[in-house]
């Protein structure tokens, strides 16, 4: 059986402030085509790229927010938002806390704000920092929470605040949860939970492979990989600041078109995207290997920086 939380606004207003996102990155797009090539046209390039942050995390938010939905059968009970999946046994949960008693757990600690993943780090600083940006940088705040109250862990993937969630107690710890219809989920819950389960399930939350690859965890390799990609924005930044201040043939250059120094950041962007595509490749069985192909990029790179210099050198 499918239970939809309790509607909330959180998505659709996620999606409003990404259309207006999107609708600034154009507009940025348009003026930096407009100007001739220059200083300030990497700086609207810049932020054109740098837009593209706080606009994926805004459709990723509004993607778990739109998408929050909660599955009951006889062998688990499934909250399911995005692509992220919470499975819990059915016969793990030994009881459903509602109403009263949550509001009196509620209200005898303080609560965390906000979501509480790597990813929600920077939006929830925002929020702490300046409280007026709450509601432009948090969306769907119970949604995905961590919190303890009394050494209880409460994990909550709710539409709603955590005093109108209910609380199924299961493996250790609090699940809040907010379905529309909860007499129904309850209702179905003790229905299935009588029927007994037709085969065993684990308890476990599912993550999307993409998600769980172990990049993510190692600061070095990482740190190379995107040091990569500054030094194709560097390598770019140069030539484009450059440009303009160059005669049409390059006399240290056989004569050639000024045109022909934007190769350099064409040719650090192809060693960074085939050295980074090829390290991905080998990273799980070969993690030296991969940080060979990192480095190996940045030091093309860095060729191509010490030859870009020397051709505009004036």
């Known amino acids: 059986m499918v239970f939809h939380p309790t509607p909330s606004t959180d998505g659709r207003r996620a999606l409003l402030i ?3 996102l999107i609708l ?8 930096m085509a407009a100007r001739p090539i220059g200083a300030s046209t990497f700086v609207l390039l810049l932020l ?12 990723w938010r509004a993607w778990l927010c739109l998408s929050l939905v909660y599955w009951i059968d006889r062998n688990s009970v499934t909250l399911a938002w995005g692509p992220i999946r919470q499975v819990i046994p059915i016969g793990e949960v030994q009881q459903v806390q509602r109403g009263a008693a949550v509001e009196a757990l509620a209200a005898a600690a303080p609560l965390a704000q906000g979501p509480n993943g790597q990813i929600d780090q920077p939006a929830r600083a925002l929020a702490e ?6 509601r432009w940088v948090i969306f769907g705040p119970d949604l995905g929470t961590r919190r303890r109250l009394h050494g209880v862990r409460i994990y909550s993937v709710a539409s709603q605040p955590l005093s109108e969630q ?7 710890g609090l699940y809040g949860i907010s379905p529309a219809d909860a007499d129904g989920f309850l209702a179905a819950l003790q229905e299935h939970h009588s029927l007994g389960p037709t085969h065993l399930t684990t308890h476990q939350r599912q993550w999307p492979g993409w998600m769980r690859f172990p990049l993510w965890q190692d600061r070095f390799l990482l740190s190379l990989l995107l040091l990569g990609l500054l030094g194709v924005l560097l390598l770019l930044g140069l030539a484009m600041s450059r440009f303009a201040a160059l005669p049409f043939a390059l006399p ?14 064409i040719f650090g962007l192809a060693v960074w995207l085939i050295n980074g595509a090829w390290g991905l490749l080998v990273y799980e069985r070969q993690r030296v290997a991969a940080g060979l192909l990192w480095g190996g990029a940045l030091a093309a790179q860095a060729a191509a920086l010490v030859a870009l210099l020397s051709v505009t050198r004036m």
């Open 24 to 31: 600034l990155d154009l507009a940025l797009t348009i003026l």
């Open 129 to 134: 920092r300046w409280p007026a940006l709450v």
């Open 166 to 172: 209910l609380l199924l107690r299961a493996h250790g």
């Open 18 to 20: 990404a259309l207006a």
């Open 48 to 59: 054109v790229l740098v837009l593209w942050l706080p606009l994926s995390y805004v459709l």
């Open 252 to 265: 240290q250059w056989d004569d050639l078109d000024r045109r022909m120094i934007f190769l350099f950041p």
